[in-house]
């Protein structure tokens, strides 16, 4: 496709649990985003990829979380040991790294629920 | 750092009205401008933006901004809303540091909505 392709839109899970979310880029893109969406809130940044590098993980609110891009494309968020206070829409963005802009390009988010 | 306030959580407004949502943002460094769009259960979607060059920028959907350095602020108008644009508004700011990552801080949002 040629949007960010984000998937699971929706996860249910129990405090607890571990938790893997997906982004696909859009192609070509080497910058990365993971970004976190709160009720009634802005969109809080968690961390940044360029290539498979993590290049700023500065949002990232404690040790449960951890973002992985092995190949410089795909990239996925794991949350271990979820709490409720985890729920949140996971926004992942893209950019082309060559236009200097900060323009972002957003997917549809996933949408976690911590019971 | 940067930061970003919207000063109105929600705007009602009535269709063919005109409207302007507020955007002050606080920065060290020269910055980038952005206003998003998020309807329900979507994605954020570029409405506009201000680089450089001439401080009033259009966007989509008949959307304008003004850039004003000394006030800080970046102001969305629209001279007519349609009830389409019920939705939520988002100002954002990046750095211009070349290689710095580019990374977006957000404002708290303003949720527009268009009545009848």
């Known amino acids: 496709g040629a949007g960010v392709s984000q998937t699971p839109s929706n996860k249910v899970t129990e405090k607890g649990k571990y938790v893997e979310l997906r982004c696909d880029p859009i192609s070509g893109h080497t910058a990365l985003y993971w970004y976190r969406q709160s009720l009634g809130q802005g969109p809080e940044f968690l961390i940044y990829f360029q290539g498979t590098g993590a290049a700023d993980d500065s949002g990232l609110p404690n040790d449960r979380f951890f973002a992985v891009r092995p190949e410089g494309s795909v990239s996925t968020l794991k949350i271990q040991r979820t709490e409720r206070g985890d729920s949140a829409v996971y926004l992942c963005?893209?950019?082309?790294?060559?236009?200097?802009?900060?323009?972002?390009?957003f997917g549809e988010g996933s949408r976690l629920t911590v019971l | 750092a940067q930061s970003v306030t919207q000063l109105d959580s929600q705007v009602p407004v009535f269709e063919e009205a005109p409207v302007e949502l507020r955007c002050n943002y606080s920065s060290s460094v020269s910055v980038y401008l952005f206003w998003y769009v998020q309807y329900p259960n979507q994605g954020l979607q570029l409405l506009l933006k201000?680089?450089?060059?001439?401080?009033l920028v259009k966007g989509i959907n008949g959307f304008e901004a003004e850039f004003n350095k000394s006030q800080t602020s970046f102001h969305l108008r629209k001279p007519s809303v349609h009830i389409s644009d019920t939705a939520e508004y988002f100002c954002a700011v990046s750095d211009r540091i070349a290689g710095g990552g580019n990374k977006l801080t957000f404002g708290t949002g303003t949720q527009l909505k268009v009545e009848l």
């Open positions: 963005a893209s950019r082309d790294w060559r236009l200097n802009t900060g323009e972002l390009f």
């Open positions: 201000y680089l450089s060059g001439s401080t």
